[in-house]
Each structure stands twice: as structure tokens, then as C-alpha cells.
């Protein structure tokens, strides 16, 4: 069981099951929704993302079609993504998640988007575009 919340806690969620597929996201998208180099995401299973209060307040952007990110309109923080071709899967912006997370990213995704300034480091692999197997 995982918790978690937005920036300044309107919005406060719970996690039930494990947090696959994590990945460090470089793509362009992604750096302008995290105003930062990369998005670490994860993938949980819908039935396992419970909103515990603040569900008014997460908004949603339909940043390409069929797929929305939604964050707090009060604070911005990024919290999940779906994707309306994969209704039993949420995209989870781990930064948002307080607990310790058991599970590990495994690889660095959309290299070849990656900030110029950005010099990606560690062991973990990396690939132009997604991981294999998604
Ligand atoms: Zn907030
Ligand atoms: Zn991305």
C-alpha cells in the first residue's frame, strides 16, 4: 500500500497493488509537464488507484489525443496520466508518492529527446524510444 499526495495536499491518493514499468521518461512532453530534465511514471493497475479526497480538484489536459494528464488546479502537481485506449492502466508520477516505493525504475526512455544539458548516469538501461515490452 502506497500514499501519496499533491503539493499542497488537496489531493491525496492511495495505491493498493504494485507500481510497474518504471521508467525515467526524457520526451519532450514530459519535461515541459514536470518543468523538469525527465518524469519518473510508473503503471498501476486502475482498479489499485483510489483518490481519497480531492478528486474536484484534478484537473485534466489532453496533451495528445486519446491520452490525459491530470494534475491539482490549486498547487499543478502532475499526479496521474491515462490513456483511453488502456482503461485498466494510470500512469503514476512517482514524485508525488510518500511512502518508500519497493520497486525500482528500470531504464531511461526517449533518450534522444533528452535535454541538451541533461547527462543521463547509472547503470540502468536506455533506449531511444519506450522499454521493450510496451
Ligand atoms: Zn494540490
Ligand atoms: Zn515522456
Known sequence: ??????LCGAVQFEIKGQINH??????????????????????????DFNILSGKE???????????????????????????????DQVRIRLGTIISDIKERPVAHIFTTSKANWEEITGDIPQYES????R
Open 1 to 6: 500500500m502506497y500514499s501519496g499526495s499533491c
Open 22 to 47: 518504471i521508467v525515467h521518461c526524457h520526451c519532450s512532453q514530459c519535461r515541459k509537464a514536470q518543468g523538469s530534465s525527465f518524469a519518473t511514471n510508473g503503471i498501476v493497475n486502475s482498479p
Open 57 to 87: 480538484q484534478l484537473t485534466g489536459y489532453e496533451s495528445t489525443p486519446g491520452q490525459t494528464k491530470y494534475f491539482c488546479k490549486i498547487c499543478g502537481s502532475p499526479i496521474i496520466s491515462k490513456t483511453a485506449a488502456k482503461p
Open 130 to 133: 519506450y522499454e521493450p515490452g
